[in-house]
């Protein structure tokens, strides 16, 4: 049975009832608070706190999610199952519309303050691309790869919010066999990465590592994660430990965090690992998400990737983060990986959708593009299946690439 809401809401609106994702916004000449998605508003939880309809532990009334996600899964489900009832309930209207705002009068910002930062690769797509773009005479996948999620820990500090400029980065580059000595400039192969990331709310114990189990009793939610590449200093200064500068200088992340109940109906079996995985890294029940991804360039969609095709979930991401005894902190991030599918219009960055250079994609205006132009505007964006035929959006995530500042 579904659930109606007396917001009045499109008929396939993604920010309905079923999903409430959180976010953090403003409007002019106020301080930050959290508010929760519905239709084309906002509503404001702090104003609501105040009002006496949601519970006051100042969790609201902040910049950031961060007070909240610590307050753990009881205080989530409690919230979640409050604010259902508020906006359900025409009774509870006089006393909550008050507290809805236009998303249009508003700001949105970085939902959450970023602790630790994390990212992935674990598409197996995407990697064998990458081998076969970069080992043509090799194995695809390095031997460790299907043992294992892949990662590497960014930086924090560069985690921006959808819309924040991406200037476009500096540094050491190789640019050709003609050129036996490395040059300095801005990067010339500048990509992006579509990913989907979750986040941390609870801690855990340093020592102890986080089974794949007690997922939902950690994690707060999802979001969409654009982490910015630049390829020609990757390739250069990968040799031998891996990204540096070609990934610090910017990731991108949408200001809605989904809650991890509002994607229930979304979990379908991941692909078979084999094989099959050690003991700490088995799940007891399936964790592939249905979500569907598109990219669009400058308002072109040149990529549909499928995140159910991800080979390493997302609690065995966790797990295997966590399993050295790595604690968990409020506002870790962790990313996926580029995400992309099996075919050519499925494939996650333009690394692959251009194959390096070698096969430029088609803007659809006369313009085609191998990596990406000063003045490029990337968009991702992401839906998920909910109860009873609903769409669950995840936002977008959107940056606009700028000349290099030196």
Same mark, same amino acid.
């Given at each position: 049975?579904?659930?109606?809401?007396?917001?009045?809401?499109?008929?396939? $609106?993604?920010?309905?009832?079923?999903?409430?994702?959180?976010?953090?916004?403003?409007?002019?000449?106020?301080?930050?608070?959290?508010?929760?998605?519905?239709?084309?508003?906002?509503?404001?939880?702090?104003?609501?706190?105040?009002?006496?309809?949601?519970?006051?532990?100042?969790?609201?009334?902040?910049?950031?999610?961060?007070?909240?996600?610590?307050?753990?899964?009881?205080?989530?489900?409690?919230?979640?199952?409050?604010?259902?009832? #508020?906006?359900?309930?025409?009774?509870?209207?006089?006393?909550?519309?008050?507290?809805?705002?236009?998303?249009?009068?508003?700001?949105?910002?970085?939902?959450?303050?970023?602790?630790?930062?994390?990212?992935?690769?674990?598409?197996?797509?995407?990697?064998?691309?990458?081998?076969?773009?970069?080992?043509?005479?090799?194995?695809?996948?390095?031997?460790?790869?299907?043992? #294992?999620?892949?990662?590497?820990?960014?930086?924090?500090?560069?985690?921006?919010?959808?819309?924040?400029?991406?200037?476009?980065?500096?540094?050491?580059?190789?640019?050709?066999?003609?050129?036996?000595?490395?040059?300095?400039?801005?990067?010339?192969?500048?990509?992006?990465?579509?990913?989907?990331?979750?986040?941390?709310?609870?801690?855990?114990?340093?020592?102890?590592?986080?089974?794949?189990?007690?997922?939902? $009793?950690?994690?707060?939610?999802?979001?969409?994660?654009?982490?910015?590449?630049?390829?020609?200093?990757?390739?250069?200064?990968? &040799?031998?430990?891996?990204?540096?500068?070609?990934?610090?200088?910017?990731?991108?992340?949408?200001?809605?965090?989904?809650?991890?109940?509002?994607?229930?109906?979304?979990?379908? $079996?991941?692909?078979?690992?084999?094989?099959?995985?050690?003991?700490?890294?088995?799940?007891?029940?399936?964790?592939?998400?249905?979500?569907? #991804?598109?990219?669009?360039?400058?308002?072109?969609?040149?990529?549909?990737?499928?995140?159910?095709?991800?080979?390493?979930?997302?609690?065995?991401? #966790?797990?295997?983060?966590?399993?050295?005894?790595?604690?968990?902190?409020?506002?870790?991030?962790?990313?996926?990986?580029?995400?992309?599918?099996?075919?050519?219009? &499925?494939?996650?960055?333009?690394?692959?959708?251009?194959?390096?250079?070698?096969?430029?994609?088609?803007?659809?205006?006369?313009?085609?593009?191998?990596?990406?132009?000063?003045?490029?505007?990337?968009?991702?964006?992401?839906?998920?299946?909910?109860?009873?035929?609903?769409?669950?959006?995840?936002?977008?995530?959107?940056?606009?690439?700028?000349?290099?500042?030196?």
């Amino acid at each position: 049975m579904t659930t109606v809401s007396w917001v009045e809401l499109d008929e396939d $609106d993604g920010f309905g009832i079923e999903n409430l994702p959180y976010g953090v916004f403003s409007r002019p000449g106020e301080m930050p608070r959290v508010g929760v998605a519905i239709g084309a508003y906002v509503l404001d939880l702090a104003g609501l706190s105040a009002a006496g309809l949601v519970e006051d532990r100042h969790y609201f009334a902040s910049g950031s999610l961060n007070a909240f996600m610590v307050a753990g899964r009881a205080a989530w489900q409690a919230n979640r199952a409050r604010l259902t009832d #508020l906006l359900t309930d025409a009774a509870h209207r006089p006393r909550v519309e008050p507290h809805l705002i236009p998303l249009a009068d508003v700001e949105v910002l970085r939902p959450i303050e970023v602790a630790d930062y994390v990212d992935f690769y674990s598409s197996e797509h995407h990697a064998a691309n990458v081998g076969r773009i970069f080992r043509p005479e090799g194995e695809p996948l390095k031997p460790n790869w299907k043992r #294992l999620p892949v990662g590497y820990h960014g930086r924090a500090g560069t985690v921006y919010p959808s819309g924040t400029p991406i200037v476009r980065p500096s540094g050491q580059r190789m640019t050709g066999v003609s050129e036996p000595e490395p040059s300095y400039g801005p990067s010339l192969r500048l990509d992006f990465e579509a990913e989907v990331g979750f986040v941390a709310g609870v801690p855990s114990m340093p020592g102890r590592g986080v089974p794949t189990g007690a997922f939902r $009793d950690h994690v707060f939610g999802f979001l969409l994660v654009n982490d910015w590449s630049a390829r020609d200093l990757q390739a250069w200064e990968s &040799q031998p430990l891996g990204p540096f500068l070609s990934k610090s200088f910017a990731t991108s992340i949408s200001p809605w965090v989904v809650p991890v109940a509002a994607l229930e109906h979304a979990r379908v $079996d991941p692909p078979v690992q084999d094989p099959e995985p050690l003991g700490y890294l088995r799940c007891a029940e399936p964790w592939g998400l249905d979500l569907r #991804l598109e990219v669009l360039i400058n308002g072109q969609v040149v990529s549909e990737p499928p995140f159910a095709g991800m080979y390493w979930t997302a609690p065995q991401q #966790l797990a295997h983060a966590t399993v050295n005894g790595a604690p968990l902190r409020t506002g870790d991030l962790f990313a996926s990986g580029t995400v992309s599918g099996p075919e050519r219009g &499925q494939r996650g960055c333009l690394l692959e959708l251009g194959w390096n250079g070698r096969e430029p994609v088609d803007l659809g205006d006369g313009t085609k593009r191998t990596f990406l132009e000063d003045g490029d505007t990337v968009t991702i964006r992401a839906t998920a299946p909910g109860a009873s035929g609903s769409v669950i959006s995840l936002g977008e995530v959107v940056g606009t690439v700028h000349p290099a500042l030196t």
